[in-house]
Structure formats: structure tokens, C-alpha cells
């Protein structure tokens, strides 16, 4: 039996068994992604760059994203008064390339940090775990779960680029006005003997009903949004990242003093529940191309939303966390050197076609339709008078 169709009947069995005969959209995402032996990050399915890839990250176009990313920690170090070990956490890591070209970076150019430095892996999926393993064991890494993390004990930063907005999602839909939960259940052909052979005679459909918790009410509230107006009309559907509150209670709860920092696709939530924005922004990506059916290709495909960083915000700071600063992606990397890359390489003696690509590579990091356009949100925690009042290098507005 192939991992696909097993995936699909273990998924069938739990909304069997559950109430109503239905499982949330959240659960369903949790199982096609995260399932430990079958889910997509958690099989050899996952597959991150360029070719032959589902997806490729800000890490894939090179070094360069990675050692901006380094120059901003080693200014919160000498902000915090350069504590002995500084902890970078990296939660999903990925292929490891970040860290990789992070660590070379200290190691290269920044000894004392690099003594200095405590680097930890925090990554769900085995088979990412182990590729991170492989490409970083000439480097002082730990790995661990999140949960592991002892409260009120790290100083340094919790960061993480692409990360939430692969959590489960819940989805919802406006019916007559009120808000209804989409569920999902099973609608079945079977064979003669009553067996489900093979994933296409087994389909997954939506149903909708009540919401399956008050938190759902009591996000809206936290983000400001008011269905009841007038301005969003019948069918409207969305999603709820309550996974990502969940998160981001469990990284203010482990640092004591130091940075948070999100780099992540997404939106203010003004932005985000736009009324024109009807369908959410639900993605499936498979094989470099992206859908919005997230129903086929289950276990075998990246399914993400985007972020709503005024949530991240507004629980962060019920959480202890303090708002540092907000920008795009393009605005941080600028104001952490990368003009000046671009500029040096019209000094550098390399060939032209290395030349070429390593500029298409920049300015794709810039790009606002893209990239570029990613948000970044550092929250604090845990600072001194003085060491809030100092500004961050990536939160100032280049000139």
C-alpha cells in the first residue's frame, strides 16, 4: 500500500471516528503535513530549491540573505552587552542552508560571537532533521523540539523565515451573515467488497457548521475585524492561524531576555480580511507550481496561508512581548548592507554569467512582488531601558 492512499485512509479513520463524522480543516492540514510517518514535511516528499522543487526560500538564492541575517544578530548580541552564550534559535530550519551560511559567517568574520554563539535547531520533521544534521556537522548545533526549551531560558533570539505560515489553518465561511466553520468528511465509492482500493475512489469534500471553538470569536476580536458589517457579502472565506498564537505563547514563555524575529508572505490583518480578498489565501504548491485545491496530491504537496502579522502583534504583546519594529523584506536587507553588495559587484573579477546570476539572485531578495514583499516583525522581551531605546540596524528606512 503506497504512503499516498495509506495517508488518505488514516485521514478517513480519524473523521470516522470523530463527532459528527467530520474533522476541522486545521486537523486535516496537521495530518497531510505533519503526520509523523506519512505527512508531507514528514517523508522525503518535501522537496525545497529549485529543480524538480516545490518551493524555493530566501536561503536557495545563496549566501548573501543568510549573512545580512547574521550582521542583524551580532547587533542585538552587542545590544544585549554581549551575554555568554547568546542563543540563536532557528525554528524550522529547512534544508539547513540558512544556518549553514550563517555559522560560515561568524566563523569567517566575527570569532568572538562565534564563541560566544549557542546555535539550536528547533525542527519537527525527521527527514528535515536529519538533512540539517548531515549538512552542518562540522558546527556546535543542537536539536530539540520547541517544548523541550526550559521556561525563562534563553537570551539571545528566537527566529524563523517561512515558518508559520505552513501551521494549520482553520477556515471559515460567511453564511447568512454568521461565521461557519469548514469541515471536512468523507464521501466514499467503494468496490464490491466495501474496500476503498485507491486514493481517487476515496474523496475528501467540505462541509460547513458551527465554529468548533470560541477562539475563533476571540481572534476576531484580538485582530479587529467585524463581520457583521456590511462590506463582506455571502460565500466570503478565510482562515484563522490559531496555531500560530499557540506558537508564539511557547517562544515569549522560553525567552528571558532578547528578540523574537518572523519573516514571513502575509498581511496586516486590515489587509488580510480585506472584503475583496472573498477567498482567503490558501496555497498548495506541487512541483514549482502552485493551486488552491488542497484535496489532491495529499501527503505530496506544500500547503500554506498567509500570515496575519497584526494577530502576531497584538498576542505578542499579551504574551510579554514588546513590538520592535515592523518592515518588508527588501527594506530590512537594505538597510543591513545589501545596496552596497549590489554595488560591489561591478568591482568584482568573476565571469559574467556568475556575475548575472549572482545579481538576478539580490535583486530577487528585493523584489515587492515577491520576496521583497515579505514582512518582518522583531518583538523584544525582557530589555533594559537602555537597551530598547537602541534602534536596530534592519529597522531603519534607508535613505
Partial sequence: MNSNLTLCLTIAHRIAASPQRRITFAEYMDMVLYHPEYGYYSSNAVKIGFKGSDF???????????????????????????????????????????ALY????????????????????????????????QRLQEFRVRWCNL??????????????????????????ILEAGEVREIYVTTREDEGDKGEISSPAALSFVEVTGEPSTQQLAQ????VGINFAQNTYENGYRSEINLAALDWLSIVADRLQRG????????????????????????????QHRYHNNPYINIGQQDITAHVDFTALERWGDRCGLEKVGFTQQALFLMALGLGSRIAALSHQQIPISQLLQRRESLHQLLDPMGLGGFGVLVQSKGLKEKEVSQSLKGLIVPE
Fill in 56 to 98: 524555493f526560500t530566501s536561503s536557495n538564492l545563496g549566501a548573501d540573505f543568510g549573512e545580512l541575517l547574521a550582521e542583524q544578530f551580532v547587533e542585538m548580541w552587542e545590544i544585549l552587552g554581549r551575554p555568554v552564550p547568546f542563543s540563536l534559535v532557528e525554528m524550522g530550519a529547512g534544508q539547513g542552508l540558512l
Fill in 102 to 133: 550563517i555559522l560560515n559567517y561568524y566563523q569567517l568574520h566575527y570569532p568572538d560571537f562565534f564563541a560566544a554563539l549557542e546555535y539550536v535547531i528547533v525542527e519537527k520533521s525527521l527527514a528535515l532533521r536529519q538533512e540539517q544534521q
Fill in 147 to 172: 517544548e523541550e526549551i526550559p521556561t525563562n531560558s534563553i537570551t539571545g533570539c528566537f527566529f524563523s523565515n517561512e515558518l508559520v505560515d505552513a501551521f494549520p489553518v482553520h477556515q471559515f
Fill in 219 to 222: 481572534y476576531f476580536d484580538l
Fill in 259 to 286: 528578540y523574537v524575529l518572523t519573516i514571513d508572505y502575509g498581511y496586516p490583518a486590515s489587509r488580510y480580511y480585506n472584503p475583496r480578498r472573498s477567498q482567503g489565501t490558501l496555497q498548495c504548491y506541487y
